[in-house]
């Protein structure tokens, strides 16, 4: 299993959709995990952290299941503005300092 | 408004030349990362500061790449000679480290390399 995994898409979904994309780790060890947000020709921003089961933060939610080792993002109501890449992180080692990113789900909210 | 700053945002170059990139992290950050990104590979990890000393540069080739911190203002990835096969868009972060997993990153220095 690679470090980190995601599926690239494409995701095309309508505006006010629900949306979800997966993420996969091999390190067990790993105890904290990002997803960060990359818009077109910017730089990557973080926009949620997972420590435990999991995380809310309005429309969006991040889960954890360790016994799979899988990571999710949950978007709500989609807006045209959620269009973006979106990176799924862990940390390599279990080092909190060194981040491995993966390759990105690319979503497309249309109108 | 604290950022990370690199420069040069673009650089067009020929195959052979020496490039070098700088980053000034945050002020107070003690971890530097320089990663690559282009469309077929994502995000690779280049090298990892902490405290200015490297912790890790195995995803860096070291024949070419060599990745610096003369001082806790600046952090310079330079590659010499360059090859096409280098073109890439380089990006700085920097971090406290710990649990928080919050990198700040620059805009991107975007290498092309003919």
């Known amino acids: 299993r690679k470090e980190v995994e995601q599926d690239p898409g494409p995701f095309n979904v309508p505006e006010g959709a629900t949306v979800a994309f997966n993420c996969t780790y091999s390190n067990s060890a790993s105890q904290s995990f990002f997803w960060y947000r990359q818009d077109c020709r910017k730089e990557p921003k973080l926009l949620m952290s997972?420590?435990?089961s999991g995380n809310e933060d309005g429309r969006f939610t991040a889960q954890l299941n360790r016994a799979s080792q899988y990571i999710s993002l949950l978007i709500r109501d989609s807006k045209l503005s959620d269009s973006a890449t979106y990176l799924c992180v862990v940390p390599r080692g279990g080092s909190q300092g060194n981040l491995i990113f993966g390759k990105g789900t690319k979503l497309s909210v249309k109108p | 408004d604290a950022r990370v700053t690199q420069t040069p945002r673009d650089k067009v170059t020929e195959m052979g030349q020496e490039v070098t990139m700088r980053c000034q992290p945050i002020l107070g950050h003690n971890t530097v990362f320089w990663y690559r990104q282009t469309m077929m590979q994502g995000l690779e990890l280049l090298a990892y500061?902490?405290?200015?000393?490297?912790?890790?540069d195995s995803g860096m080739p070291k024949d070419r790449f060599s990745a610096e911190m003369p001082d806790a203002t600046l952090a310079t990835l330079k590659i010499q000679p360059s090859e096409p096969r280098d073109s890439a868009v380089y990006f700085c972060?920097?971090?406290?480290?710990?649990?928080?997993?919050?990198?700040?990153f620059g805009e991107g220095s975007r290498l092309t390399v003919l």
């Open positions: 997972v420590y435990s």
């Open positions: 500061f902490r405290n200015r000393a490297p912790l890790d």
């Open positions: 972060a920097s971090g406290l480290g710990g649990l928080t997993g919050e990198l700040f």
